[in-house]
């Protein structure tokens, strides 16, 4: 009989070494090793789901009867591209308590009034417990066709899995289950990995979509290997801050989809509920006649919403500058602060630098430096930017205002809240015939020319 040998697997990129070392050589993380034992039965860990299929004409190929299965929840279709699609995979990641279980209880029971089978495996919660969450959120959800078991042995859940062969199957979460022939603890790289692709080889192979829980690390990453994120086909993120109403579902890889389309919702009572108009949303409590409050328009996946981007300058305290960013990237706030400085001559050396983006949005679109630098340029120089005035723009180092994608979309959206004019870059304005008429449209050239218009 071959003897088991001892390696040692880093927890954060699964890097294996032969012996223990502090920092991992691969990915730089400290004391993230951990021992494990590799067995020679290894390679016979996934019986039973071996494909069996011969090759064929791609133009043979049958999409099925349902392309894509609508979970009921608009938001949440929208993030997904559509729909949910038969043997798909969907991780969901989040911090604690953000609403991860929540969701998908509420998507189960709009698939069952589908007349979908459905199988939650609890292994966070017993059964009890989950039906006590699903009877404080009143969900409504056919009783014939919602089964739960609480289990976290994988080969216990295939086997359940085989036997029902359910349309949609949530796993609550990954990092609880185990597969028992691998002797690491339950959340280590090899068992996660393992257990991810046990269950996106069963989804493949008899056509469950499949919702997979997974905790954050304090990095805001899901927790375990990266190749994780690999395996499956859809990887959503939870945003939002935990003790605040409002979250935000955003794609971050969809193999069926758009990718960084973003689903919002406000936490109720009930459950999250949609919000149909976060545009207006976000700017329901700006303040008027107050520095430093600019409106811009910007992209998440193909879904325009106005956001307001709040600037406050304030003199540092003992020669200690700082520059704080909240839902945008604080490397790009010192380049934007830096252009500033040294091509308008706007004295920030010694001032405190101040970043919000109202609602908890996290905005990664270039189009909105135009709108930070104006924040900051008039909470510095405590002028009010008009009331119905909107900015989009990238800006380069040269202070120049370079051309943003899909500027119609933008304005149609900014019109329609009732915005009267927008400061666009003059390179949009040429040659198009997609900006709305009723909106005024001031092109610059540069970033001089937008502050002389404050």
């Known amino acids: 009989m071959a003897k088991s040998k001892t390696i040692y697997v880093c927890q954060q990129c699964g890097a294996q070494n032969p012996r223990w070392v502090g920092k991992c050589l691969n990915c730089g993380s400290w004391n993230s090793y951990v021992e494990e034992s590799l067995s020679p039965e290894r390679e016979e860990l996934r019986p039973g789901i071996v494909f069996d299929e011969k090759p064929v004409l791609l133009r043979d190929v049958s999409p099925g009867e349902r392309s894509r299965i609508s979970v009921g929840i608009k938001e949440f279709d929208r993030v997904l591209g559509g729909g949910l699609v038969p043997g798909s995979v969907t991780l969901i ?26 199988l939650y495996v609890s292994g966070e919660e017993s059964s009890q417990q989950t039906k006590l969450r699903a009877d404080r959120l009143n969900v409504a959800y056919e009783p014939e066709l ?22 949609v199957v949530v796993i609550d979460s990954i990092q609880v289950t185990y597969h028992p022939e691998i002797t690491s603890s339950a959340g280590s790289v090899s068992q996660v990995r393992e257990c991810a692709a046990l269950l996106t080889h069963l989804a493949k192979r008899l056509g469950i979509a499949m919702f997979i829980i997974g905790h954050v690390t304090k990095e805001g990453a899901i927790a375990g290997p990266r190749v994780l994120e690999h395996i499956v086909d859809t990887v959503l993120y ?40 976060p545009s207006k949303l976000f700017l329901s409590e700006r303040p008027e006649g107050a520095s430093g409050s600019v409106v811009v328009p910007i992209m998440e996946g193909t879904r325009p919403f106005l ?124 040659k198009r015939t997609d900006i709305p008429a009723g909106i005024e449209v001031i092109a610059v050239n540069n970033v001089r020319e937008a502050l002389d218009i404050i």
């Open 238 to 277: 939870f945003e939002g801050e935990r003790y605040t109403t409002y979250r935000i579902i955003r794609g971050i890889k969809n193999r069926y989809g758009p990718t960084n389309e973003i689903g919002v919702f406000e936490m109720a009572a009930s459950g999250l509920t949609e919000v149909e108009n």
């Open 146 to 167: 919602v089964f739960i078991i609480n289990q976290v042995d994988i080969l216990a859940v295939q086997d359940h899995i085989q036997k029902m062969r359910p349309d």
């Open 307 to 430: 956001v307001e981007v709040q600037g406050l300058v304030s003199r540092s305290a003992f020669g200690v500058v700082r520059q704080k960013a909240h839902g945008f990237d604080p490397n790009r706030l010192a380049l934007l602060t830096a252009v500033l400085e040294k091509r308008l001559d706007l004295n920030l050396s010694d001032k405190d630098v101040f970043l919000n983006i109202v609602g908890g949005v996290k905005a990664v679109d270039p189009a909105i430096d135009l709108a930070v630098v104006v924040a900051v340029a008039s909470a510095l120089l405590d002028k009010v930017v008009p009331f119905d005035m909107v900015f989009l723009g990238e800006v380069g180092l040269s202070s120049e205002v370079r051309s943003v994608s899909q500027i119609g979309v933008r304005l149609r959206e900014a019109e329609k809240l009732g915005f009267k004019r927008c400061v666009v870059p003059a390179n949009n304005v040429q």
């Open 93 to 118: 990641g989040g911090d604690p308590g953000i609403g991860k279980s929540t969701v998908t209880l509420q998507a189960i029971a709009h698939l069952s009034k589908r007349k979908l089978k459905v």
